[in-house]
């Protein structure tokens, strides 16, 4: 059965790879929905499910303001009025629940939504681009590459929108320049904030470095107020030569910081189970380079719903039936499909024939193709789309400084060594653990050193009651990054757990804390839910609790004793508390 299961698996994989993307796919469903007469509002992520709980979030009102006199004047409503506020773009990928305004009750609620908000100026002398906070970050980088300039800095996922992205500290890879932090790149922005009565309920902050608020409204997290545009640095349109180099993972810990010294846009992508570590070897390349290469990573295309839900029945099959050699073939199967096709580097823009690739920056710097269609396919979507049975996963982001994260790998080596190669299949399974390089920021919710962010994902079942295969071995892993090594969490990403004590993990947070009494004194911008990631406060423990991320456990009935999972010690960190499969509580 597990090597038919296998064969199935890679012939869905490499035609997958092998055919040519979709021209169209079904366009990503918009994160609020309302009833027919414009009430009942939900909001909810592009995955599906928050990291807090997997309900949506009801709100009592919704705004689509095309212009900033239209968001100034639905501030100064909900500020008359004492109502919650929060923001959203139109794309939602927030994995926290960070833009619900919460309330409960008759509370009253507003959600500013910036989908219409999506203009987008360049000024070529000055070499800026200004553009709405609801921008979507690829018309922002076409706009820069048609007047000859490049924004030097963007996350790997384009599906986002500008406001966003830098309100939520979004990042690249780099310690050169700037560094990979859009948000370092951020000459001004403008802030709409609540205000008085004598004020008219609302008030425009126009913020340029140097001015005392700035350093607080880069990295708001929607505290503040709003955001309603924002003017990034450029720098002359340039091309990147990338190439994909495989190692032994066995000087990983060793050589990673001379890896990002070396090259501009590096990155390492780790996986553990094969004991192999990918370079990214990414510079820059003069603009007469040969070459017209096109970053559409893998992960990010448009893909058949039947593949990916065939894929996730598979999973779900191995996971239930503690399939651990099935998951173990199956990532080793997502290994080589990615490796044959480049990881979605085509050079020519259609196919992957070899190393190097070389392109424009604006081609090569993010990708997100399933996320552009205009047209609906009833074939194709992205692979984590809600509305199918496809991926569905938790994302853990962890923020270190080199010394320990050379530690943290020493570590993870070790729990490698003790659990045995096969239990960390799970996040090969995905994209390994993604290693990436983020400059010192002057942002007070940017990093305060030059830092490395390891990103994993790994299967999240569809049930939060379902305990998962090797749960203990990664719910180790989170405790080793947060806990032990005192990694701050990706404020965008990450399960609650991730987030205890983090306002102590960041220097200048009395600082931003000062900022926010300042422009919102009434918390209006405030809610339940970002007081749980900012707060940092574990949430009331209850049964089953540490399954879905929402606490460590400290007790059996965190886990699942009904089905054999009990709270253990960790195997090499022994501090931690996991949910380990025994059968039986005294094994």
């Known amino acids: 059965m597990e090597m038919r299961a296998t064969f199935l698996l890679l012939s869905l994989l490499l035609v997958s790879c092998h055919a040519p993307a979709p021209a169209h796919a079904l366009p990503p469903r918009r994160p609020v929905r309302c009833g027919g007469g414009g009430g009942d509002c939900v909001l909810s992520n592009a995955y599906g499910a928050w990291s807090s709980d997997r309900a949506d979030c009801p709100v009592s009102a919704v705004a689509y303001p095309a212009s900033e006199r239209e968001v100034v004047a639905a501030v100064a409503r909900a500020s008359a009025a004492g109502a919650r506020v929060k923001v959203v773009s139109g794309f939602a990928h927030t994995i926290p629940k960070l833009a619900c305004p919460g309330g409960g009750g008759n509370a009253s609620t507003l959600l ?110 929607g505290l503040l107020g709003v955001v309603t545009k924002i003017t990034l640095s450029l720098e002359p349109r340039f091309k ?65 719903i039947a593949a990916t839900a065939g894929l996730r029945a598979l999973e779900t099959s191995l996971e239930r039936s503690k399939n651990v050699r099935g998951k173990c073939a199956l990532a080793a199967a997502e290994s080589a499909a990615k490796r044959l096709v480049g990881n979605g580097l085509k050079n020519n823009g259609l196919l992957f024939t070899g190393y190097p690739v070389v392109g424009y920056q604006g081609k090569m710097q993010t990708s997100g193709s399933c996320a552009r269609s205009l047209a609906a396919d009833l074939l194709s979507a992205c692979g984590w789309d809600p509305r199918f049975h496809g991926i569905f996963f938790y994302e853990s982001t962890a923020i270190f400084s080199p010394a320990r994260f050379r530690d943290f790998v020493l570590d993870v080596k070790r729990l490698r060594d003790a659990a045995g190669a096969e239990s960390l299949c799970g996040v090969d399974v995905y994209n390994g653990l993604l290693v990436r390089f983020v400059k010192a920021s ?56 991730a987030f205890a004590g983090v306002q102590g993990k960041y220097p200048r947070w009395g600082q931003f804390a000062a900022a926010k009494r ?35 456990c400290s007790e059996d009935r965190h886990c699942s004793p009904g089905q054999g999972y009990y709270c253990w010690p960790g195997l090499v960190f022994t501090e931690a508390r996991v949910c380990r499969y025994s059968v039986s509580q005294n094994q």
């Open 240 to 304: 990147r030569s990338i190439t994909y180099e495989y190692r032994d993972d066995s000087t990983f810990q060793d050589d990673f910081t001379a890896h990002a010294s070396r090259h501009e846009f590096a990155d390492i992508t780790w996986y553990p189970s094969q004991h192999t570590a990918v370079y990214r070897v990414d510079d820059r390349a003069p603009l007469n380079a040969s070459g017209d290469g096109v970053n559409d990573f893998i992960g990010f295309q448009a893909t058949p």
């Open 518 to 552: 300042r422009l919102d004194p009434r918390g209006l911008f405030d809610s339940p839910w970002s007081d749980e990631v900012v707060g940092g406060v574990e949430m009331d423990k209850g049964d089953g609790c540490a399954l879905d991320g929402r606490c460590v």
């Open 442 to 497: 002057a942002a007070h919710l940017g990093q305060p050193e030059n830092s490395v962010v390891v990103d994993f994902n790994y299967y999240r079942a569809s049930d939060p009651a379902a305990p998962r295969l090797s749960e203990d071995v990664w719910e180790e892993v989170e405790q080793l990054a947060f806990v032990k090594h005192g990694a701050r969490p990706h404020w965008a990403k990450n399960r609650l757990v």
């Open 112 to 221: 500013i939504s910036t989908a219409r908000l999506a203009g987008v100026e360049v000024d070529a002398a000055a070499r800026t681009v200004t553009a709405d906070a609801g921008a979507p970050l690829r018309a922002v980088i076409d706009a820069a590459e048609a007047h000859g300039l490049s924004l030097a800095a963007a996350p790997y996922w384009e599906g986002v929108s500008v406001g966003g992205l830098v309100s939520t500290g979004s990042h690249g890879s780099s310690w050169w320049g700037r560094g990979g932090a859009v948000h370092d790149h951020v000459e001004g922005l403008r802030l709409v904030a609540p205000a008085g009565e004598a004020d008219g309920w609302a008030t425009v902050l126009p913020l340029r470095r140097g001015d005392e608020l700035f350093p607080a409204a880069l990295v708001s997290l």
